[in-house]
């Protein structure tokens, strides 16, 4: 008989959960990155701006084979090359090309990126490029060799190119284009600014040829005591086994792979995740050939009526907006170190809850995040009125949804998928966000569905939420703008809010611009103390709404649009930051600090 302690190997009972989940498509994304071996592409890359994308269309307007893609190098004297990666400027990957040089600041177009990296092939091993994400539309070239394209700014894509590597050197390309269209998601209006560039890391990975691609292992849909999941193996034969293990419970699992895929579930009792709490487990996902660690947080999330709770216990969700900008440098985060100070802040104000807007943040962001024991909203930039009729848009959307969902579904802090923002009443539009909730569904039944509405009317006595796609999602977030695009700033403590939903509702937006440093009467506009009356009327506006389940003000720090000219004040800040781009904190700040604090007092 083994000795009780070293190990205790359970062979559960093996059975396959045929959930819908598991034929759902995922993006065809390798789960996990951050355990695998990777060679970074991070840092200089050689660039050239290309406005006109000459390098990709000859003057037909033709695509052609000669493009700046190929690298081109003179071969002889009379050789004519018009362009030179190797004698051209450099940008810093990751990161937007908009802060790194003023010339670029305003940029919005093609800007070509080249970088050389040594490869020593291995045999029995496949080589993925792996992007985490590249704003806007993104062509990848591999030694003059097409790869393929990704659109969307926010999310990962990867291409296999085990038989496309050379030995020795090897050179990328990649074709960035981050020009506004219509049809694009999001559209041409947004109010942040549009930086464009590779704006976060890039890996070659090398793993086994059979290798642990993709896993879902999170505690079974309303219950405390199954964890269960799925796990797929590229390149495995019908019969290989896959072990899932959670050391610390003294649990393991075997499961036979059939088509690439096993199912499993385990009998056990984790000590749930939750914000007081964020208890993270060792997984480790083992085949013959790979090994795959995860840290995992185990919770249960769900609504009563309109109650979010968490692990069955009511939760009210002490929130604030972040965008996905630097304090200090500004533009885009691009290390954990900028992330933390993000969460730090929030951490200070009293929060629980964050809303990443308006598209998903880093992969680092939400995983520093869940060690922090925040609650996670994350969306995707349907924003304000894209094309609803669009089949590619929607072909667009759904993708960046799915990508969103693949790279996070292992999560615990992540608890809202938000399908869109501030979108207009329509059928289409209904329609459109109606099939992504179901489509995200359909690949996660185990979370709740958002979306961010400003469509309030009047009802008896105040505002009344009735908007149709309050019927399609779990959970209703609206914004509103009282004493600042509507109302008198006193007027809002008053206000009524009645629903036709029995459904939770998040306060996702409210708020007022302030220049950090400008004071005066609460009734000048962008000074300080017009911010903070704003937060305190609205703050007693919100304590009177019974089905109000949290809230996320807009936003924890000023933020750049091109939206926001104002001299002197905005200089392209929206400045509704409750902290400035500079770090510093505004009255405001300390008026939501104390209502958070007062709600811990309870
Ligand atoms: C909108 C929108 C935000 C925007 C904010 C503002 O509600 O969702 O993206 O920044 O209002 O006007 O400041």
């Known amino acids: 008989m083994k000795s009780l302690n070293n190990c205790i190997l359970i062979l559960l009972t093996i059975f396959s959960i045929a959930t ?9 994304l390798l789960q996990n990155i951050d355990a695998r071996e990777k060679t970074s592409l991070n840092g200089k890359w050689d660039i050239i701006v290309d406005p006109l994308e000459n390098g990709f269309y000859n003057h037909r307007l033709q695509e052609y084979d000669k493009g700046y893609f190929k690298n081109a190098k003179m071969q002889s004297p009379s050789d004519l090359i018009e362009y030179n990666f190797d004698t051209s400027l450099q940008l810093n990957v990751p990161g937007d090309w908009n802060t790194q040089m003023d010339k670029l600041y305003y940029y919005e177009g093609t800007l070509w990126y080249k970088k050389d990296f040594n490869y020593t092939p291995t045999s029995d091993q496949e080589s993925l490029l792996y992007f985490e994400a590249v704003n806007y539309e993104a062509i990848v070239y591999l030694n003059g060799e097409k790869l393929g394209k990704h659109v969307g700014g926010y999310t990962p894509f990867q291409f296999n190119v085990t038989d496309k590597l050379v030995e020795g050197n090897n050179f990328v390309v990649v074709k960035v284009d981050n020009k506004r269209k219509k049809e694009n998601v999001p559209t041409v209006n947004q109010d942040w600014w549009n930086y464009g560039g590779i704006t976060r890391s890039v890996h070659l990975i090398n793993v086994p040829k059979t290798h642990i ?21 590229a390149n495995s034969t019908n019969g290989d086994a896959v072990s899932i293990k959670i050391p610390e419970l003294k649990k393991t699992v075997l499961a036979t792979l059939k088509n690439g895929k096993a199912s499993f579930a385990i009998n056990a009792k984790p000590n749930l995740w939750s914000p007081n709490s964020p208890k993270l487990y060792e997984a480790i996902i083992e085949t013959s050939t790979d090994k795959v660690i995860d840290n995992i947080g185990f919770r249960n999330i769900s609504t009563d009526g309109s109650k979010i709770l968490v692990n069955g216990k009511e939760t ?25 100070v993000l969460l730090n802040w929030a ?5 629980n809850f ?29 924003y304000w009125t894209i094309q609803f009729e669009n089949q590619d848009t929607y072909a667009n959307a759904e993708n960046q949804l799915a990508e969103m969902i693949s790279r996070d579904k292992n999560r615990a802090s992540v608890i809202l998928w938000s399908m869109a923002n501030e979108t207009p009443e329509s059928e289409s539009r209904l329609s459109f966000i109606s099939n992504l909730a179901e489509k995200a569904r359909e690949l ?7 979306a961010a509405l400003d469509t309030q009317g009047k009802g008896d006595d105040g505002n009344l939420i009735e908007d149709p796609l309050g019927e399609v999602v779990d959970v ?20 009524k809010w009645a629903s036709a939903y029995n459904k939770p509702m998040i306060m996702s937006e409210i708020g007022g611009g302030a220049l950090y440093g400008l004071h005066g009467d609460a009734n000048e506009r962008w000074t300080e103390e017009y911010q903070d009356a704003l937060f305190k009327s609205n703050i007693e506006m919100m304590k009177n709404i019974e089905f109000m389940t949290g809230l996320s003000p807009w936003i924890l720090m000023d933020f750049r649009s091109s939206r926001r000219p104002l001299r002197r004040i905005q200089d392209d800040f929206n400045r509704k930051g409750l902290i400035s781009e500079q770090g510093m904190k505004k009255k405001a700040f300390f008026t939501l600090q104390e209502y958070y604090l007062e709600m811990d007092e309870k």
């Open 213 to 233: 691609e993709d896993y879902s292992v999170q505690l079974e849909k309303g219950t405390t005591n199954t964890i269960s999941g799925w796990v797929t193996v």
């Open 316 to 340: 009210f969700l002490k929130g604030i907006s972040i965008h996905e900008e630097a304090a200090f440098k500004t533009g885009r985060v691009v290390s954990v170190e900028e992330c933390k």
């Open 354 to 382: 964050l809303r990443l807007a308006h598209y998903p943040h880093s992969e680092a962001m939400v995983k520093e995040a869940e060690k922090m024991g925040f609650l996670i909203w994350s969306e995707i930039p349907v």
């Open 476 to 495: 209703i977030g609206i914004n509103n703008y009282c004493g600042w695009y509507y109302g008198d700033v006193d007027s809002c403590s008053s206000i």
């Open 20 to 28: 819908t989940a598991q034929e759902a498509n995922y993006a065809d």
């Open 347 to 351: 951490k200070e104000l009293g929060c």
């Open 444 to 450: 996660d039944n185990t979370r709740l569905i958002t």
